[in-house]
């Protein structure tokens, strides 16, 4: 009884050392590559406590491998979007304009009826209340509401608020995403002459957006 207890301690303190290890997030936050090491973490872990015939190195072991299969890979991540993209992969669009897109909905696999319970999350009931609708990497809904049904602040209040839709990323760690790039009001040419009128390198751009009404934002790397 004494050698489970003991044993179930160790794996315990090994889990949140692990878990510290590879960062906080919520379970509805992970991303698809974090959610399947979750699991595996959990089931290895499981192993050794349940039978006690089963070495605990042989539990703790695979805890640590695993953590740092993924801490290497986040760092890849950070240094590539490729491989971000590939392992996490990208936002898409499923309300554009206000119009649903129902060619992103077939390619992700989403019924009408996920979106509307997705929006009733959201405490939208009517699809027609959206202007943009984005499906995150981890399986989350980002809900833009059109102008009128988005929270009254002082410029709303007095009409003044500029109608400018969801920002389009069309930089992201120095790489020019040519499909966000297609999708904007903004040409390929027009986002080189912006990056030259900042003065600087595309490299150097950790992040650049730009919305319907062509204003852009634009965040520079910076050396830690």
């Not at 989350?140 to 410029?155: F, M, N, Q």
């Amino acid at each position: 009884m004494i050698a489970t207890i003991i044993r179930t301690f160790i794996i315990y303190c090994c889990v949140g050392v692990c878990v510290r290890l590879m960062g906080k997030r919520q379970l509805g936050e992970l991303q698809p590559g974090e959610l399947v090491i979750t699991i595996l973490i959990s089931e290895i872990a499981a192993t050794p406590i349940a039978d006690g015939k089963v070495p605990i190195l042989n539990g703790i072991l695979p805890l640590f491998l695993l953590a740092s299969f993924e801490i290497i890979s986040s760092m890849i991540a950070r240094k590539s979007v490729k491989f971000r993209y590939l392992t996490d992969g990208k936002p898409v669009t499923v309300i554009k304009d206000g119009i649903l897109q129902q060619k992103a909905l077939k390619s992700l696999r989403f019924t009408i009826d996920d979106v509307l319970a997705a929006l009733r999350q959201k405490d939208i009931f009517d699809i027609d209340d959206v202007e943009y609708a984005v499906a995150e990497t981890n399986g989350t809904l980002s809900v833009l509401p059109k102008a009128p049904k988005r929270t009254l602040t002082p410029e709303t209040a007095e009409g003044k608020e500029k109608n400018s839709g969801a920002p389009y990323t069309v930089i992201v760690d120095g790489v020019i995403l040519e499909n966000s790039v297609e999708e904007s009001t903004v040409s390929l040419e027009e986002i080189n002459r912006k990056i030259k009128s900042e003065k600087v390198d595309v490299k150097e751009i950790l992040l650049m957006t730009v919305d319907k009404n062509k204003t852009y934002r634009v965040i520079l790397k910076k050396e830690f």
